[in-house]
């Protein structure tokens, strides 16, 4: 069966700090890989997704970037944090082509202080 | 307009109560339509799929209207674990793209 694993749980940082979230997947090939935000008492907003290595759409201009160096990996990066970067960060997986379900990882309360 | 929109709430029912929520989207071309929950600081799970004929499982029945863009989720006989935030996704053509809406909040009382 596939599994999501995301790391770490919760996250507090300050201002100008750089940012690592790392996401991986098991039981599965060539998923499609994704990284949600979520400010508190929202939605979820799409930062990136990934169809493939190297493949990576970024959907909003923000201080944050991705890369996916191996298939079942996908890393959120910052090289300075934002306080407005605060928020729950959510990586998820979806079949292979297949815009379907989503899977999601347990997710990363980070804190910008 | 928002692409997803639903009715924040917060819907607070007695047990047993059945209580409906409404989603509805403005992409026309939307292919594929969900029902998350989420429980407080966790991540969202998938509760169902949606289908234009309508699909239920157990206490919960989902249903899609195309012609005026909505999505509903029905729960019946209520119960205390259902409090959660209910979140409806509707997915266009193009990959990646899955839309969220920010979520209604139901409290189950007993």
Known sequence: SQTIHQWPATLVQPVGSPLSLECTVEGTSNPNLYWYRQAAGRGLQLLFYSIGIDQISSEVPQN???????????????????LSDSGFYLCAWSPLGQNEKLFFGSGTQLSVL | RKEVEQDPGPFNVPEGATVAFNC??????????????????????????????GNEDGRFTAQLNRASQYISLLIRDSKLSDSATYLCVVNPPNAGKSTFGDGTTLTVKP
């Open chain 1, 64 to 82: 944050l970037s991705a890369s996916r160096p191996q298939d079942r990996q996908f890393i959120l990066s910052s090289k300075k944090l934002l």
């Open chain 2, 24 to 53: 509805t989207y403005s992409n026309s071309a939307s292919q594929s339509f969900f029902w998350y929950r989420q429980d407080c600081r966790k991540e969202p799970k998938l509760l169902m799929s949606v289908y234009s004929s």
